[in-house]
């Protein structure tokens, strides 16, 4: 069964840091390209950043570029978001998911459950 | 950063209906487009790649067509189980999201 499992998420205050954790199982996971993308309470989806099969390219939407930072085990098939400088607008679920193909730009045909990560003081 | 306008943002249907939602991009994006399916506390669905491509195990009576810059997601005779919110996406560049269109039951 093809799966991701997310985990970290906390409640921490703003300036804080998180770093969380994805799960993958039941594919080649070292194949494809993977992603983090979060939805605000009641909001929808942004997407927060990527990392090539290698981990050689890394790429981060503007609002988290120099806070945050991807990266992938491909032997432990995990990929992680550590998440620093946290403010209250970082505050949603953070999801995990994986590229349709092995090409960079790609739809995401599988996601996790999500982890919820709360920014408060 | 491409932005993806969808519309309506609600849209009241009855099961049997034939609905379509639009989503305009902001550039040319060929068609790098994907639609997704989410229910309330589940994590989105992916429908259709590639602007019209039916993922596997997605029923028929989902469609998707368009090209550059306006996309439609169709859904011929609502079924129950397809009220929920779709998000269109553009996989272009940099990946962005439509606002999301919300199917309640009219």
């Known amino acids: 069964e093809v799966k991701l499992v997310e985990s970290g998420g906390a409640v921490v205050q703003p300036g804080g840091s998180l770093r969380l954790s994805c799960a993958a199982s039941?594919?080649?996971?070292?194949?494809?390209?993977m992603s983090w993308v979060r939805q605000a309470p009641g909001k929808g989806l942004e997407w927060v950043a990527n990392i090539k099969q290698d981990g050689s390219e890394k790429y981060y939407v503007d609002s988290v570029k120099g806070r945050f930072t991807i990266s992938r085990d491909n032997s432990r098939k995990g990929v992680y978001l550590q998440m620093n400088n946290l403010t209250v607008d970082d505050t949603a679920v953070y999801l995990c998911?994986?590229?349709?193909?092995?090409?960079?730009?790609?739809?995401?045909?599988?996601w996790g459950q999500g982890t919820v990560v709360t920014v408060s003081s | 950063d491409i932005q993806l306008t969808q519309s309506p943002a609600t849209l009241s249907a009855s099961v049997g209906d034939r609905v379509t939602i639009t989503c305009r991009a902001s550039q040319s994006i060929t068609s790098w487009l994907a639609w997704y399916q989410q229910k309330p506390g589940k994590a989105p669905s992916l429908l259709i790649y590639?602007?019209?491509t039916l993922e596997t195990g997605v029923p028929s009576r989902f469609s998707g067509g368009g090209s550059g810059p306006e996309f439609t997601l169709t859904i011929n005779s609502l079924q129950p189980d397809d009220f929920a919110i779709y998000y269109c996406q553009q996989y272009d560049s940099s990946p962005t999201f439509g606002g999301g269109t919300k199917i309640d039951i009219k």
């Open positions: 590639k602007a019209s």
């Open positions: 998911a994986k590229g349709r193909s092995s090409w960079y730009m790609e739809a995401f045909d599988m």
């Open positions: 039941g594919f080649t996971f070292s194949s494809y390209w």
